[in-house]
């Protein structure tokens, strides 16, 4: 399957401030997904990442807090701004559709990005 | 609207011996479903999806899925777990356009 490499894997943070996570795929692909997810919890889609535009965030997530860039098919970018304890979760960067080694209809994940603000 | 149950919040087996995982969905058409593996401190891997066809599915690390419509059901099989095999399984459900997945179930092998 296709590789898809988050960065950073693991931070902690202060509260208040602003952290970047990056996603990279190793091929082109369709669709783009950011999920959270909270400790011993399942996951929580955020947003998915549209090429070129804005992207589409699920109720409950706002740009604001979580500004998504995704400007080619094989890169995106989540920002969890102004974080407080409540942002202590494991970021996923995920990928479907179609591209090189992937199989269609099928969500393929990152190994996660672990933050943890103080 | 879609959903999925996984009604074992954790399970304890011991090792070698034989392993479900219980995953339940609503959806009024068959669903794409897939199980994944989240062993610790890692993402989540992709161990077997069924789309259609032959309702029993293989898997990777030995692990198999059996798709039953009429109880809505797509249980994860081993015949022998391992050691190895400890980590958090999530069911998932697919439109094509969406992803659902269950709230997880935590599994402890034991010696």
């Known amino acids: 399957s296709a590789v898809i490499s988050q960065k950073p894997s693991r931070d902690i943070c202060q509260r208040g401030t602003s952290l970047t996570i990056q996603c990279q795929v190793d091929?082109?692909?369709?669709?783009m997904f950011w999920y959270r997810q909270q400790p011993g919890q399942s996951l929580t889609l955020i947003a998915t990442?549209?090429?070129?535009?804005?992207?589409?965030?699920e109720s409950g997530f706002v740009i604001d807090k979580f500004p998504i860039s995704r400007p080619n098919l094989t890169f995106s970018t989540l920002t969890v701004s102004n974080m407080s304890p409540e942002d202590s979760s494991i970021y996923l960067c995920?990928?479907?559709?179609?591209?090189?080694?992937?199989?269609?209809?099928?969500?393929?994940f990152g190994e996660g990005s672990w933050l943890t603000v103080v | 609207a879609q959903s999925v149950t996984q009604p074992d919040i954790h399970i304890t087996v011991s090792e070698g011996a034989s392993l479900e995982l219980r995953c339940n969905y609503s959806?009024?058409?068959?669903?794409?479903l897939f199980w994944y593996v989240q062993s610790p401190g890692q993402g989540l891997q992709l161990l077997l999806k069924?789309?259609?066809?032959?309702?029993l599915v293989q898997g990777i690390k030995g692990f198999e899925a059996e798709f039953k419509r009429s109880q809505s059901s797509f249980n994860l099989r081993k015949p022998s777990v391992h050691w190895s095999d400890a980590a958090e399984y999530f069911c998932?459900?697919?439109?094509?356009?969406?992803?659902?997945f269950g709230t997880g179930t935590s599994l402890t092998v034991i010696p």
């Open positions: 995920s990928v479907a559709g179609t591209g090189l080694g992937l199989s269609r209809n099928t969500i393929y």
């Open positions: 091929s082109q692909v369709t669709m």
């Open positions: 990442a549209n090429q070129g535009s804005e992207a589409t965030y």
């Open positions: 959806y009024g058409a068959t669903p794409y």
């Open positions: 069924y789309f259609s066809g032959d309702t």
């Open positions: 998932a459900v697919s439109t094509g356009n969406q992803f659902y």
